[in-house]
């Protein structure tokens, strides 16, 4: 699921733009080893993002329709860049460090792109998660699940919120759509009774200043939990570049994260 209210595990850098389409190499995880690949051509087709109010929700996936080359405007990820979060939670401060990288990962016969997510506090480790993406050939992007697990003391000591497309009756879902339009409601993740996320377009001409830049024209999302009802997450995202800015807006905890670093 999408814990925090950082990319998640969402996420976004300078990036050209252009779709392509194809099938998966495997990489870290149980579902094979690491490796690359090159874009495949494009095709004319691709499904649509899933409805958030689908009463038996189950989007059908072709593998064919499908790339680990994620180029969506708002949401692009570059294989070798490296993102860095910095803000606070419940008054601590909180760094997020996100790695792209070059291994792909194969899920319900869909290459994905695999991103590595590590949050600290004080140089202390608080969070590592694995998350696995894919664009589909309309451009928008689709989470295919995710390996996370909390940390004290250095110690792991959950896994919850784990989840992969295909296995326990998970499903993908959309992350980013290719035109988000203010009140669009879409579904990000699906595992019943463990990660159920949803996202509704709050507005798409915001503007939003971080110590990166200041950015306009930025698509706002409202991110709910129907698992947490009193958790809400506002995310901002900036065309071109991505996710800029996290707030938690509603919970016991209160979350605020920025793009403050780019490298590569």
């Known amino acids: 699921m999408n814990r925090k209210p950082t990319l998640l595990t969402m996420i976004g850098v300078l ?14 995880g149980p579902s094979g080893g690491s490796g690359t690949s090159s874009a495949p051509a494009p ?11 689908a009463p038996a929700y189950h989007p059908v ?13 708002y949401f692009p990820l570059p294989v070798g860049t490296t993102l860095v979060y910095e ?14 990288t070059k291994e792909t990962r194969v899920i319900l016969g869909v290459r994905c792109t695999v991103v590595r997510d590590t949050v600290t506090s004080n140089g202390a480790l608080v969070e590592k998660t694995t998350d696995w993406y894919a664009q589909s050939a309309a451009g928008d992007v689709w989470y295919f699940g995710e390996a996370t697990g909390e940390y004290t003391n250095g110690n792991l000591t959950s896994t919850k919120g ?3 497309a ?6 993908p879902g959309v992350v980013m759509k290719a035109h988000p339009t203010s009140g669009d409601s879409y579904r990000q993740e699906y595992r019943p009774g463990e990660a159920e996320d949803m996202a509704k377009v709050l507005r798409t001409t915001a503007t939003v200043k971080v110590p990166v830049g200041r950015f306009t024209n930025v698509v706002v999302t409202e991110d709910t939990d129907p698992l947490n009802p009193d958790k809400a997450d ?11 800015l996290a707030d938690r807006v509603r919970s016991g ?6 793009l403050a670093e780019r490298r590569g």
Not at 43 to 53: G, I, K, L, M, Q
Not at 61 to 73: G, H, L, Q
Not at 87 to 100: F, L, N, S
């Open 15 to 28: 990036i050209g733009s252009g779709v392509a389409a194809g099938a998966c190499s495997s990489g870290a």
């Open 43 to 53: 095709v004319p087709s691709s499904p649509s993002a899933p409805p958030s109010t």
């Open 61 to 73: 996936i072709d593998p064919a329709k499908f790339s680990n080359r994620v180029t969506n405007r």
């Open 87 to 100: 803000g606070t939670r419940d008054g601590r401060p909180q760094r997020d460090e996100v790695v792209i």
């Open 162 to 164: 784990s989840w992969e």
């Open 166 to 171: 295909g296995v326990d009756t998970a499903q």
């Open 234 to 244: 506002h995310k901002s995202y900036a065309p071109g570049v991505g996710l800029v």
């Open 253 to 258: 905890h209160h979350e605020h994260l920025a």
